[in-house]
């Protein structure tokens, strides 16, 4: 391996126990990917709506209205992971976004078009025009944002490799894990909009919404989560054997601390997908509908939990006798984490409230 490749560790010490910058990363990450995984999925979904036989106008306006405030709020949330990357793994990382770094700064462009094309979309709805297109492009872009982003993320686990993409960019593709785990991020995101949809369609049946439009949309979502689940499922095996031989035993000598969570992550996709195929009228069975949205969310936690796990394994060998030292800062570290638990609160009482303060249309309303 050329490690002479790999940056020199950071002098600085670390403000704080390692460990604790580990749980931070993960935690953050885990609400940033839930909206990561509300943008893209529902982008897609979207996009679909077309081909759906009842809530196609509705199933589209709920993504593009939730991806007005979803796509900033992925974007917010993902600087916590970010700086705990940089401060555990930064030497690796930012040198993977170095190696790739025209498609890392394209991804701006593309969210940007992304993002304005939401908001183009969202008005011409109100306006009652089509946005087929729109959609269309909008997926595009954000697929081709978690391309990228998967792509940086197999480069920095693997310093063997930068040689390579520093002769040819494009060997940044030539990884034998890109395509299933691309595909294993883009399928969870469906899921997870699928079951979304469903849920607010029954809860906006419950409050005399038009039954037609919410079946419709109900039906939609619960479809999607229930192929994506599927596939995810043969796809997630396919990731599995498709890593590389001295990871994936490393992984499995791991015990309990690697295996439980992996096994209660497949477990929770299993029975996710009995509880999808049971579903035959959403409207009629809102306690399954429910339970599609907990089991995903399950799912997720354990699937970020194995993710983190796999990232020391495919690194152990580069970090081998990395020394790093502690200076713990409790006060800023203090500071974080309260204004982290109140940034979360806010946004968590944000989401409630526009769920549901629904204003009726008209001035004397707004």
């Not at 950071?10 to 604790?20: F, I, M």
């Not at 297109?133 to 998967?150: K, N, P, R, S």
């Not at 599995?240 to 035993?249: D, F, I, K, M, S």
């Amino acid at each position: 391996m050329p490690t002479n490749l790999i940056p020199a560790l950071d002098p600085a010490p670390l403000p704080g126990p390692p460990w604790l910058f580990q749980v931070l990363w993960v935690l953050t990450f885990f609400i940033h990917i839930v909206f990561v995984n509300t943008v893209l999925g529902g982008t897609l979904l979207a996009a679909l709506a077309g081909l759906a036989r009842g809530g196609r106008r509705e199933t589209r306006t709920l993504f593009v209205e939730v991806n007005s405030w979803a796509i900033s709020l992925a974007i917010t949330f993902g600087i916590a992971p970010l700086l705990f990357i940089q401060v555990v793994l930064g030497r690796f990382f930012y040198t993977a976004t170095i190696l790739v770094a025209w498609a890392w700064l394209g991804m701006l462009v593309l969210l940007t078009v992304g993002y304005y094309l939401n908001y183009v979309a969202k008005f011409r709805l109100r306006a009652g025009e089509g946005v087929g297109a729109l959609l269309v492009v909008e997926a595009g872009c954000f697929l081709a944002i978690a391309a990228i982003q998967v792509t940086v993320n197999l480069l920095h686990l693997q310093p063997g490799r930068w040689g390579a993409v520093a002769d040819n960019v494009w060997a940044a593709l030539a990884d034998r894990t890109f395509a299933p785990r691309y595909l294993h991020f883009v399928l969870a995101a469906v899921a997870m909009a699928g079951a979304l949809a469903a849920w607010v369609a029954v809860r906006r049946a419950g409050k005399g919404g038009d039954a037609a439009a919410c079946r419709g949309m109900a039906q939609f979502g619960i479809r999607a989560a229930l192929v994506a689940t599927l596939l995810q499922l043969v796809d997630g095996f396919w990731l599995l054997l498709a890593l590389p031989e001295e990871v994936l035993r490393s992984f499995m000598r791991g015990g309990a601390a690697t295996m439980a969570p992996l096994g209660i992550g497949i477990m929770a996709g299993v029975l996710l997908l009995v509880v999808l195929a049971g579903i035959s009228d959403p409207l009629a069975q809102p306690t399954r509908v429910r339970h599609v949205a907990e089991l995903i969310v399950g799912a997720m936690i354990f699937m970020v939990v194995t993710r983190h796990q796999l990232r020391d394994f495919y690194l152990a060998s580069s970090r081998a006798g990395e020394n790093v030292t502690v200076a713990p800062q409790l006060g800023p570290l203090a500071l974080f984490l309260a204004v982290f638990v109140v940034c979360v609160g806010l946004t968590i009482w944000v989401l409630v409230r526009a769920a549901k303060d629904r204003p009726a249309p008209g001035e004397g309303a707004a």
